[in-house]
């Protein structure tokens, strides 16, 4: 028999387990491979850190009610070691844990080994890639959180030539997907703006890249193209191109990167004439972000300028759960994203492009900016406007 006391304490024990699995009843789990370790880790930290934003700006905002309940949001990050085995490893243990809505992974070659267990699986995915083929209609629930090479390489190319003098250019990108595509992308591109160019190979994970810069140097490039190497191996590439007494401009068209590349090069002053892809346009809405960020974290935002496309390509994931009225039907979410416009707060107003390209109208577009250093010395960016196929 329990005594009054004792019914009270269990009625009490019994009301706190409600309460706590009603507020944690519909939660919205977010799962991301994403590259943690490695050269290449910065893209995954910005990534990570994106998602671990929009996790908590959602709870705290009320940005996403179910059937008139407030939703929780969690993260679960797992290195995908920048390889599609890791990324296909990553991808089935989330799989394991029922997680269905993905943003990540970063690069091509992560891409290229979860999309097909995010398509047998039902799972709803965000990636960015720029390989030829990061999205498709073979693979209706994954969208893209940006236009690759082929929508901002030419103006960055543009710029450059207006800037300086060349006529040649020689390419460096890792021997895997992840740098042929993008590295292809590009050739073509400074052939159609009268340019010739030539393609140098790596294996990924080098660390001596001196034999390639002798054989890159070899070519006499008027420019060099570092395409999508990763930060790391990209600073490197830079210093010893500069030591080895190459004067020319350098592009950067494969992703942002441009202050891990000049520290590992050893300083703007060695990158000397560099142009780049910036993914955002910053401006006021964009800063107020990188406030909001402390405010929200107690600490800045992760350096790498992917950060915010990864906030875009997370708050579109949670308003198309809000639109959908659910946090684990694939299926409603993706359906949902297709009629969202492409719109966000602080970074602006885009549209869904990709038909032309991939074959499916699902690839978010929106303003960048083109990132220039001279003789040293950063200058201001160069803003771009979203790319239109219609």
Known sequence: MISGLGRLFCGTLLASAALSASAFACELKIGSPAVLSGPAAQWGMALRGALEFVAKETVEEKRLVVNGETCTVSV????????????????????????KVIVGAVGSPEVTGMKPIATRNRMVAMVNSFA?????????????????????????????????????????????????????????????????????????????????????????PGAVDLASSPAGDAGIIVKQLR???????????????????????????????????EPIAMDDNTKALEEKHIALMGKPRPENADFFRWVYAARMMVKAAQAAQSVDDAQKIADAMRTLPVD????????????????????????????VIQAGEQQPYVRAEAANEG
């Not at 073509?188 to 009268?194: A, N, R, S, V, Y």
């Open 344 to 371: 966000d707060e602080n970074i602006g107003a885009g549209h869904w492009i990709g038909q032309k390209f991939f074959g499916i109208n699902q690839e978010m577009s929106y303003p960048f900016a083109i990132g």
């Open 132 to 220: 030829k083929d990061a999205i498709g209609p073979q693979w209706p629930n994954v969208f893209h959180i940006g236009p690759g090479p082929s929508g901002w390489a030419g103006p960055i190319i543009d710029k450059g030539l207006e800037l300086y003098k060349f006529d040649t250019v020689s390419i460096v990108a890792p021997n895997d997907q992840g740098g042929t595509d993008i590295a292809g992308v590009n050739a073509e591109i400074f052939k159609q703006k009268g340019v010739t160019p030539t393609e140098e190979y790596y294996q990924r994970g080098t660390t001596n890249f001196a034999p390639i810069v002798t054989r890159m140097l070899a070519a006499k």
């Open 243 to 277: 030591q080895a007494g190459f004067t020319g401009p350098i592009f950067r068209l494969g992703g942002p990167g441009t202050e891990e590349i000049g520290r590992v090069a050893g300083g703007y002053n060695v990158l000397q004439d560099f142009l780049w892809f």
């Open 76 to 99: 679960v990050a797992i290195d995908s070691k920048y390889t599609a085995e890791g990324a296909a490893s990553a991808m089935n243990s989330l799989a394991a844990e029922g997680i």
